[in-house]
């Protein structure tokens, strides 16, 4: 990741959910629903760090959720719209490939924003040594076929993961109707994540 790009988040980060999410808070609730969903399950009072957090838009649902919430992206201006969202959780200001939190975390999450470090199996590796129950990310799997996500969780040392497709678009806001028809799309299995490779993002979580 270059520092242009670095300073392209700097720039959009006031205002950044509202700007890139049609329906933000909508779009963050199912995310966190399929974060808690997918793979082992994690408990009210688990902790949670959030790699290239941007403005912090998750950190309301995990909370709600009972999670114990930390944020982490290498954009100060991020950082700084997360502080504004989210006054009372923490935030720091790091590279996701660089990061070590305080303490191990039972729940790591990185979304829009896997793709960032160079060297993906060392990254994924990093976060294997902290992470107690599982890590969630998300991926176009147009642009990162499944195949060599799944071949580098395992060279990282993941031995077990599970993918989910995502069907709620980012920059439309569908009337609320529909919600559960997309949700039952997701749920077809080899269909659903194979229609995600036109269509739709996959959500990947992995652990021991
Ligand atoms: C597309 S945004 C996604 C933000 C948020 N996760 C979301 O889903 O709304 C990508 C974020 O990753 C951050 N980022 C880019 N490279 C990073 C890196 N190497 N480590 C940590 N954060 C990074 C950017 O500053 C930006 O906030």
Redesign the pocket.
Known sequence: ?TDD??AK?DRI?AG??EH??ADPERYAQRRADVILALGPAVEPGATVV??????G??AAPLVRYGLRYRG????SG?VEAARLRNPRLPFDV????E?LPPEPVDLTI????FY??DDRVAFFRRVRSYTRTKFVFDFRPRVHPASSVAADLRAAGFTRHAFRAFFLPQLSRLPAPTHPAVEALEHLGPLSLLAARRFGRIFCAAWD
């Open positions: 990741m790009v670095l988040f980060a950044y959910s890139d999410y959030d790699l290239g957090c941007g403005d838009i998750m982490v992206d290498a954009s991020m790091a590279r996701s490939e990061y990185c979304l829009r924003s960032y470090p």
